[in-house]
C-alpha cells in the first residue's frame, strides 16, 4: 500500500508565505511525477504544481508561477510546495497526487494514481 501525506497548512495573512510537504511511503512503486493540486469550496480541483522524477522538471499553473516553488528531497521522499505572497483566492485544500507513468497529462487530476488526504491553507485578507 502506498501511503501519501501532506503537511504544513494553516492560517495566514495575504501577503505571507507557507510550505507544505508531501511524504510518501509504503510499497515501491514507480514514479513519474509528483503533483499538486488544490480545491477550494464549491469549485473543482485544480492543478497548481508538478515536478518529473527523472529530469526534475517542474510545471505550474500560471495564477501561482513566480510564487510558489516546488521541489524534491529524494532522500526523505518528500516533496515541497514552498508558497510566497499568499493571496486570499489560494485559499482551498491542497492534495499532493503521485503519477506513475507518462501517459496522460501532467496537470489532469484523473491522471494521477495515489493521494493524500489534503491539507488546508486559508489565507486571509
Known amino acids: 500500500q502506498v501511503r501519501v501525506v501532506e503537511s504544513g497548512g494553516g492560517l495566514v495573512q495575504a501577503g505571507d508565505s507557507l510550505r507544505l510537504s508531501c511524504a510518501t511511503s509504503g510499497r515501491t512503486f514507480s514514479k513519474y511525477a509528483t503533483g499538486w493540486f488544490r480545491q477550494a469550496p464549491g469549485k473543482e480541483r485544480e492543478f497548481v504544481a508538478a515536478?518529473?522524477?527523472?529530469?526534475?522538471?517542474?510545471y505550474y499553473e500560471d495564477s501561482v508561477k513566480g510564487r510558489f516553488t516546488i521541489s524534491r528531497d529524494s532522500a526523505e521522499n518528500t516533496v515541497y510546495l514552498q508558497m510566497n505572497s499568499l493571496k486570499p483566492e489560494d485559499t482551498a485544500v491542497y492534495y499532493c497526487?503521485?503519477?506513475?507513468?507518462?501517459?496522460?497529462?501532467?496537470?489532469?487530476?484523473?491522471?494521477?494514481?495515489?493521494w493524500g488526504q489534503g491539507t488546508q491553507v486559508t489565507v486571509s485578507s
Open positions: 515536478i518529473l522524477y527523472t529530469s526534475s522538471s517542474t
Open positions: 497526487a503521485e503519477k506513475t507513468t507518462k501517459f496522460g497529462t501532467i496537470s489532469v487530476p484523473s491522471d494521477y494514481n495515489y
